[in-house]
T-cell receptor
Framework: GAGVSQTPSNKVTEKGKYVELRCDPISGHTALYWYRQSLGQGPEFLIYFQGTGAADDSGLPNDRFFAVRPEGSVSTLKIQRTERGDSAVYLC?????????????FGPGTRLTVL | GQQLNQSPQSMFIQEGEDVSMNCTSSSIFNTWLWYKQDPGEGPVLLIALYKAGELTSNGRLTAQFGITRKDSFLNISASIPSDVGIYFCAGPPIFSGGSNYKLTFGKGTLLTVNP
């Protein structure tokens, strides 16, 4: 079956612009996660959705970052007034549910470059 | 934030050799996970460990959950060229309480296999 998909695969933008990154989770997965991976680092947790609600957004670095999942499936990560330090690969993952430990399946990521 | 220390940072080996890498933390983990990431892809789960002392194999891969619950190792036997990639340890630290979804990743070990 289809895995987690993310679009676009690459996004180049200018400092100060607004960007949206999209994630399509595996069908039937109720839990969805966003991570950010900087060069030479492991992924860092940003936010977790259980269904439509953001159950834990403690990893979002500041209020320029926001994510939604209005129908409990597709999610969009939104970054306002982008800064060069936002450049990274943004990974999305999904799992059957969020309670207990459930294997998280990762998408290929969106590489964001802020010039 | 929580740090997972992986060593070595990189390894260059000949095809057919065995490989060993490890991961340590100052905090106790409930679950230890080992992921592999290929260029342009998201991490893929290789092995999951759920209790102290557990030794688990997946083909040529073997991983162990340390007795102290603060470390884990991954061994790869008889390496082949497709083993090339970045290997990450990860897990939800015990201080995260019920947040078993909030994975902390190490910085990774880059493995290069010369044919």
């Amino acid at each position: 079956g289809a895995g987690v998909s993310q679009t676009p695969s690459n996004k180049v933008t200018e400092k100060g612009k607004y960007v949206e990154l999209r994630c399509d989770p595996i069908s039937g997965h109720t839990a969805l996660y966003w991570y950010r991976q900087s060069l030479g680092q492991g992924p860092e947790f940003l936010i977790y959705f259980q269904g439509t609600g953001a159950a834990d957004d403690s990893g979002l670095p500041n209020d320029r970052f926001f994510a939604v999942r209005p129908e409990g499936s597709v999610s969009t990560l939104k970054i306002q007034r982008t800064e060069r330090g936002d450049s990274a690969v943004y990974l999305c993952a999904s799992s059957l549910k969020g309670t207990g430990y459930n294997e998280q399946f990762f998408g290929p990521g969106t590489r964001l470059t802020v010039l | 934030g929580q740090q997972l220390n992986q060593s070595p940072q990189s390894m260059f080996i000949q095809e057919g050799e065995d490989v060993s890498m490890n991961c340590t933390s100052s905090s106790i983990f409930n679950t230890w996970l080992w992921y592999k990431q290929d260029p342009g892809e998201g991490p893929v789960l290789l092995i999951a460990l759920y209790k102290a002392g557990e030794l688990t194999s997946n083909g040529r891969l073997t991983a162990q959950f340390g007795i102290t619950r603060k470390d884990s190792f991954l061994n790869i036997s008889a390496s082949i060229p497709s083993d090339v990639g970045i290997y990450f340890c990860a897990g939800p630290p015990i201080f995260s309480g019920g947040s078993n979804y909030k994975l902390t990743f190490g910085k990774g070990t880059l493995l290069t296999v010369n044919p």
